[in-house]
């Protein structure tokens, strides 16, 4: 017999099957709790990925309670790989594909930090979270995101990942060179753009996006960018059309109209 729990389950899976999904890492608080907001408005289904679940079921109750649907936390700790794979295997099965991964998940490692004075356990361990853990998450979803008609990837990089304007005296952030973060996220931005050329001929987008120096737990509030200009920003950089480009880096803090930021 069926019964009315059924029913609804069965509603609620036809309905999540019918939307965009989309996975953020690192989503149970600040620009990565506000993207899920936001795309939660737009209508995709949200998993927010937490590395702690009991965080992030409470972080969705809160968010059902104030009209956020289709949202639904899932454990996933970008350097523990057992934890992707499951996360893998509940979307697999919940939704067959996934549209739009945004590896979100950062360590900011510490600042200032000499690179004479650097400890090479503190650099990797940046490294875990920022560079490799953005590798091992993208590629255990790769096959759910090649099941999409349009597949898109965001890396959220930072202005602080440019090779380029860091060797311009007179850039505003010259003098930001914490050894961990910088290279960290250099690497994450050659990842991309290898990654990109690699997609080229599927209807893929892979970008890293830069959301601006935030005000959030990272820098102990101290960025002049809002939580809801950089999500906003980010999204508007990985809902885009099939005939955008791929392989780009923006920048929130470029102040340019393209908004592409020199590697
Ligand atoms: N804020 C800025 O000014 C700024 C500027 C440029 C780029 N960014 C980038 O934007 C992204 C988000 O930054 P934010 O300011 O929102 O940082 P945040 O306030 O420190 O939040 C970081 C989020 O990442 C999660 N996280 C950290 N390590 C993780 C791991 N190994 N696996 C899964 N989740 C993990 C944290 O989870 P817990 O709650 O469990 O710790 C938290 O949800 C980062 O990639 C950062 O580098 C930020």
């Not at 939307?19 to 620009?31: D, E, F, H, Q």
């Not at 490799?132 to 008609?149: A, C, H, N, R």
């Not at 990842?191 to 690699?198: H, K, S, Y």
């Not at 392989?247 to 340019?256: A, V």
Request: hydrophobic share 40%.
């Amino acid at each position: 017999m069926i019964s009315f729990l059924n029913i609804a389950t069965l509603f609620y899976n036809l309905k999540a099957l019918k939307m965009k999904s989309v996975l953020i890492t690192g989503a149970n608080r600040s620009i990565g709790l506000e993207i899920t907001k936001q795309l939660s408005k737009k209508g995709l289904f949200v998993y927010l990925g937490s590395r702690n679940l009991e965080k992030g079921n409470a972080v969705v109750k809160e968010l059902n309670e104030n009209g956020y649907e289709n949202i639904k936390a899932i454990e996933i700790d970008s350097t523990k790989p057992d934890t992707i794979l499951a996360a893998k295997k509940i979307i697999e099965s919940e939704q067959g594909k996934l549209d739009i991964l945004i590896n979100n998940a950062g360590v900011s490692g510490i600042y200032p930090e000499s690179t004479s004075e650097a400890s090479i356990t503190g650099i990797q361990e940046v490294f875990d979270t920022n560079f490799f853990g953005v590798i091992s998450v993208t590629q255990t979803f790769l096959e759910l995101l090649k099941k999409s008609d349009s597949a898109r990837i965001s890396n959220i990089t930072s202005g602080l990942g440019s090779l380029t304007l860091h060797s311009d005296p007179n850039w505003k952030y010259y003098n930001f060179k914490a050894t961990s973060y910088v290279t960290s996220k250099a690497a994450l931005n050659a990842f991309t753009i290898i990654l990109a050329f690699e997609l080229k001929d599927l209807n893929f987008k892979v970008n890293a996006i830069d959301p601006g120096y935030t005000a959030t737990d990272f820098n102990h509030h101290s960025g002049p960018c809002t939580v809801e200009n950089a999500a906003s920003f980010i999204i508007k950089h990985t809902l885009t059309a099939d005939d955008a480009a791929t392989g780009r880096f923006y920048s929130n803090d470029i102040e340019d109209e393209t908004e592409v930021s020199p590697w």
